[in-house]
């Protein structure tokens, strides 16, 4: 997969801001904690916003962040917002921790923040396919040197497989009348390959309901993403590997933005003997950051510890 280990703080020259406002940066920072030349791990690192606040209230004890994301384009608007700051930003996917440890030769971390989902920078790129208010191809990959895209799922998949995708990753309900449209489309050598055309079927497909606002393909563009980019899977990964590689007293913070996600995260805080949840509810933003930050209303935060072990 997707984790070459270069340490992008080390590479090219450095370009645009991001546009991405971090959600709940005082909560992250407040409830990790990070402790005196302690490592924490941002594997998720966006447009920097979490990672620099945590660097800045690491870097007074002498600890450091090492961060990763799986977009390569997150280096070009990451490189300027870390100069100066301690630290290191990798190319690759968080549940690749080992390999990420590896190469910064880290033995274990202090504290752990995934904030999950796309930026703002990804959304606001039209060659990405990620918002539907606008076109461009429909590529829907995090990472879009590696893998399948959405237009290559779609242009392959049986009519069952894209069904049962959009139902279960997006929890559409009218999943097969969509599915159903998207092979009429292939069948009449039309193949579904840019936004616009397969926001027009989710339009035609879905009726827009009683006070039910969210666009009619918001859940299906959602189920084409968490496939495309396997993001179930590689959370479940990741919440089995990365207990192990932290200190005891540890801290991992997990903000995530849909039931799917949170239920993944509440079962590993809940099942995991390595794991003490430090809330049964997960925390919100406040409605102060929802008016500014839009983004974040649906945001939720869990937050656990890792517990000492006796053997
Ligand atoms: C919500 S943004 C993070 C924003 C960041 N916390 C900030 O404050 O600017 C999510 C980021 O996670 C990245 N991402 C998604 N899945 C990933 C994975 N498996 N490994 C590494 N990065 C991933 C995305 O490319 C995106 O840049």
């Known amino acids: 997969m997707n984790a070459d280990e270069t340490n992008l703080s080390d590479v090219a020259e450095q370009s645009r801001k991001s546009c991405h406002v971090s959600v709940m940066p005082a909560e992250v920072v407040q409830w990790l904690e990070p402790v005196a030349g302690g490592v924490v791990f941002d594997g998720t690192f966006g447009g920097g916003g979490h990672s620099v606040l945590l660097a800045r209230a690491a870097s007074e004890h002498g600890g450091r962040v090492l961060a990763v994301d799986r977009d390569p384009a997150a280096a070009d608007v990451g490189l300027a917002t870390i100069a100066g700051l301690p630290i290191d930003l990798f190319c690759g996917s968080y549940h690749q921790v080992d390999r990420i440890l590896k190469a910064a030769e880290v033995e274990a971390l202090d504290g752990v923040v995934l904030d999950l989902g796309l930026s703002s920078d990804q959304l606001e790129d039209r060659s990405r396919g990620f918002s539907f208010n606008g076109d461009g191809p429909l590529d829907l990959r995090f990472d879009p040197t590696r893998g399948r895209s959405a237009k290559e799922f779609l242009a392959q998949a049986t ?64 189920a084409l993403r968490i496939l495309v980019n396997e993001e179930l899977a590689i ?77």
């Not at 027009?200 to 393909?217: E, M, T, Y």
């Not at 933005?257 to 099942?271: C, G, P, Q, T, Y």
């Open 159 to 222: 009519e069952k497989e894209i069904a049962d995708a959009i139902y279960q990753f997006g929890e559409e309900r009218l999943s097969r009348r969509i599915a159903k449209q998207i092979v009429m489309r292939r069948q009449e050598r039309k193949p579904v390959k840019t936004v616009a055309e397969l926001v027009d079927i989710c339009r035609r497909c879905v009726p827009r309901s009683k006070g039910h606002d969210i666009h009619p393909a918001t859940r299906t563009f959602q």
């Open 235 to 311: 959370l479940e990964s990741a919440l089995k590997v990365l207990p192990s590689r932290m200190r005891p007293g540890g801290r991992i913070a997990i903000i995530s933005f849909h039931s799917l996600e949170d239920r993944i995260v509440k079962n590993a805080f809940r099942d995991d003997e390595r794991l003490e949840p430090l809330m049964r509810k997960p925390l919100r933003p406040s409605d102060e950051e929802v008016a500014v930050n839009p983004r974040s209303r649906s945001a939720k935060m869990r937050v656990a510890v890792i517990r000492r072990l006796v053997p």
